[in-house]
């Protein structure tokens, strides 16, 4: 602490160089100034300042001009003021420590990989900007006052409402406006579900599977259940005491095929026989290929199976929208985990997709994409045939990647050589649960979605060159 106020008013003049000039006026000055000094280090907390008209005789200004700024400060809490004690500076106003500093100049940015090839997203380039605009246009000037309150845990009824009628359609979906609950996309609804109590474990999940998700479960408490699989998916007949399965019925992920008719029934017959709920990932449900789009599992039953879908593939993973179909037994506890208003995804958005299902875009930018993907899917096959015909391509009939079985022992080496080689994607042992007893298979997953089409061809070079030799 400074011995006494004249001091620090010589100080406070001198070292602070202030300029008590520009917008705002001379006691906006001096209060950047302070404050600054504060952020700096030079006014150390505790540090006693002068009293105004000692400091606004220092600086040639009003004592009002003083007084006003030393009582915005002590309201910000930059300053304290107490009877006897005059004006210091707040112990909480700790100054930046130098390794805190923001540098002069920012520190050059990773650089990632020259050829991504990882699952999961889609060509970032093709997302339909100037359809998308013209759907939130309508939607914001069509919007009554209402939709800029508190939003509705449920969802916008407009988007529900579209959902219903495409689901429906696209899906075969059945449901009704009330029994969709809108989320910010798959990993959301889960942690609504289990973190918010609305089920229990343990939870039957396929052998291989998003580790996110397995994660996610467990944060909750929740013990998962590895059922192995085949050509036909998973082996639901080996479904036991678990309270519920999480399937990806329509294109297993990563492995690929559907799971067949069979072993959806008997998913069905066992949530009904245990009072239990088979949740149906539709993670990439509107793409495919080389046969016609598999129905979802939930219009086998309504009540005993929760459908989960997203934009994140179709659309965009930024965009943050996703949607429950839920039992109706299931509604309130849900609503009641989200919460009293919607506090995950826009309201506009909401509005804004709606819009954009109902004009008819939707479905032509899913038509577009569909023939753009099944296009880099073939050139990914014919490639691999001519320069590496010794890999098997497989789960290609849908979605927006592929597993290529590798030979034994070699999935180690080629990823760690595709890193070296500047190429991002992703090896089949990353999504097997550490508790399975399948035999392991050595692969890697492809995603032919991510590359622009000007890079798409470049990326297919590269990946060419890094698969093991048939050696």
Known sequence: ???????SAERIGADLHLELSGPGGRRAALMG????????????PGTRLPPYRSLAADLGVARNTVADAYAELVAEGWLTARQGSGTRVADRAEPLRHAERVPKKAPPRARGPRHDLRQGTPDASAF?????????????????????????????????????????????????PGRIVICSGFAHA??????????????????????????????AGVRTVPLPLDDDGAHVDLLARERAVLLTPA???????????????????????????????????????????????????????????????????????GWMVLPERYVGAVLEAKGE????????????????????????????????????????????????????VTGVA???????????????????AAAWQGVALDGLAEFRHPATDMPAVDGLVVGYATPSEHAYGAALDALCGVVPSAG
Do not use: C
Not at 33 to 44: E, F, Q, T, Y
Not at 190 to 219: D, I, K, N, S, T
């Open 1 to 7: 602490m400074m011995e006494s106020w004249v001091n």
């Open 33 to 44: 100034a302070l404050r600054d000094a504060v952020r700096s280090g030079r006014l150390a």
């Open 128 to 176: 339909p900007r100037a359809a998308w605009l013209a759907s939130y246009r309508r939607a914001l000037q069509q919007a009554p006052n209402e939709v800029f309150g508190p939003g509705d845990p449920a969802g916008r009824r407009e988007l529900r409402e579209a959902l219903t009628e495409y689901l429906a359609r696209a899906r075969g979906v059945r449901t009704e």
């Open 190 to 219: 889960l942690r609504l579900l289990f973190g918010g109590g609305v089920l229990r474990g343990p939870v039957a999940v396929e052998a291989y599977g998003l580790a996110f998700h397995r994660e996610l479960l467990q944060a």
């Open 251 to 321: 294109h297993q992920f990563p492995t690929g095929g559907p799971l067949h008719p069979e072993r959806r029934a008997f998913a069905v017959d066992w949530a009904r026989a245990r009072g239990g709920v088979v949740l149906e990932d539709d993670y990439d449900g509107e793409f495919r290929y080389d046969r016609k789009p598999v129905g979802a599992v939930q219009g086998l039953d309504p009540e005993r199976v929760i459908h989960i879908g997203s934009v994140s593939k179709s659309l965009s993973p930024a965009l943050r929208l």
């Open 341 to 392: 208003r919607e506090g995950w995804a826009s309201v506009l958005d909401q509005l804004s997709l709606a819009d954009f299902i109902v004009s008819g875009s939707y479905d032509r930018h899913v038509r577009r994409m569909r023939q753009r993907y099944r296009n880099r899917r073939d050139r990914l096959v014919a490639a691999l045939a001519e320069h590496a015909p010794h890999i098997e």
């Open 398 to 416: 849908a979605g927006l990647h592929a597993v290529l079985r590798l030979p034994p022992g070699t999935e180690r080496s080629a990823v760690k």
